[in-house]
């Protein structure tokens, strides 16, 4: 017995010691990756974008200043939703129920499922773009901007043409118009589209600005994922993945004309791949402060960038790029505009790039005006 004892001891002592290592380990490989995705989990609401982003007490507590109902919960209120890894775009938005929104299997802000083949008398409309275009900040799914949008189709459209509408909105935080385009040529087309319509312009400027180019980028969830990799690995004891010298941002922002040329590229090719099903596409150059002339609020002026020129200057030739593209299928609207009448007590924006429910409406109905224009050959007449 003494002899098995003497066996035994030594054998339990190094399954305890293994035991503990792993555990140990166990905890701080978790510690690694809770730290990481802690970080990103912030980001999912508008409170949580709030508490983590330096404001002053105006910016952070004037938000309300942007909603119909100032009584918001920005508890409950998705900004960047979580995502997960999407063939060639990358990262899309992760189908479920995260917060206020509502993203279907195919990865749209909708609770309505896309129906293949598409049913009898339906016009089918894509909305594509950036935050702006999937809805952050909005007070619930039925005031995103593609929602609003559908339900003007549905209330003045649908009985002068016989037809009925669906908008679906397939958008993601932080993409540009090459994710834009990927998603409209390998998988919006495919998807009996008659009309995509793209809210975008703005994240190209922003993405330039930051000295990354569009066309070969990794995208702010995409970078997550890599994160999360990578820790993984460091903590197995293997190799990180490299970082591509390609990708990595330039220490000055982008040339203006640099920025303008990608985003023609990116729409003259997604208008080629819509041609060939036989579906139009109209590009919404989206409003952002920079380059507004509304009169400002002084919360809305604090989000005004060091970078405002730059957003100005871009703005400029992306317009004069657009408009002068030559595609039949092809249709460019200028809204970058559309709140240079409004009062600096008029407040719209949430902070440089995004809109509460009131912007989301003016945005919704110059969409539809030129949607209905497009179908109708007739202009719209928009209610107040």
């Not at 070969?216 to 004891?237: C, I, M, P, R, S």
């Not at 957003?311 to 970058?336: E, P, W």
């Not at 719209?348 to 109905?365: C, E, M, S, T």
């Amino acid at each position: 017995m003494k002899k098995l004892l003497y066996l035994l001891l030594p054998t339990l002592a190094l399954c305890m010691l293994v035991g503990l290592g792993y555990g140990v380990g166990v905890y701080t490989v978790a510690g690694r990756f809770e730290k990481t995705i802690h970080w990103v989990e912030q980001g999912e609401t508008l409170a949580g974008v709030l508490a983590i982003t330096p404001l002053n007490d105006e910016q952070r507590n004037g938000i309300k200043n942007a909603y119909s109902n100032p009584d918001i919960d920005a508890r409950n209120i998705s900004w960047s939703v979580p995502n997960q890894p999407t063939p060639f775009v990358g990262t899309a938005p992760a189908p479920g129920q995260h917060h206020n929104a509502h993203i279907n299997a195919w990865q749209m802000r909708n609770s309505e499922e896309v129906q293949v083949p598409k049913p009898a008398g339906v016009y089918r409309i894509f909305l594509t773009g950036g935050s702006t275009a999937f809805g952050s900040g909005a007070p619930s799914q039925d005031k995103t901007i593609g929602s609003l949008l559908n339900g003007l189709l549905a209330d003045r459209l649908s009985q002068k043409t016989g037809r009925r509408y669906e908008v679906f909105t397939f958008a993601n935080p932080s993409w540009a118009s090459t994710q834009e385009r990927i998603a409209i040529e390998n998988y919006l087309s495919e998807l009996q589209p008659d009309l995509v319509v793209s809210l975008s312009g703005n994240n190209d400027v922003f993405w330039g600005d930051a000295g990354r180019n569009v066309l070969w980028f990794a995208a702010g969830a995409d970078e997550y994922f890599q994160t999360l990799v990578n820790t993984g690995l460091k903590t197995a004891g293997r190799k990180e993945l490299s970082a591509l010298p390609q990708a990595r941002p330039t220490s000055q922002p982008v040339a203006a004309e640099l920025v303008s040329y990608r985003l023609e590229k990116n729409a003259r090719l997604s208008a080629q791949a819509l041609e060939h099903v036989n579906a139009d596409w109209i590009f919404f150059l989206q409003p952002t402060l920079s380059v507004t002339r509304k009169a400002l609020s002084s919360r809305e002026q604090a989000f005004v960038p060091a970078s405002k020129n730059y957003f100005v200057q871009c703005y400029a030739l992306m317009s004069s790029s657009l408009a002068g593209l030559r595609q039949s299928n092809f249709r460019f609207v200028d809204l970058s505009k559309i709140f240079d009448s409004y009062q600096a007590t008029d407040e719209v924006f949430l902070d440089q790039f995004h809109f509460g429910d009131k912007g989301n409406a003016v945005i919704a109905d110059a969409m539809f005006s030129a949607i209905a224009h497009h179908l109708t050959g007739q202009s719209a007449v928009s209610k107040p």
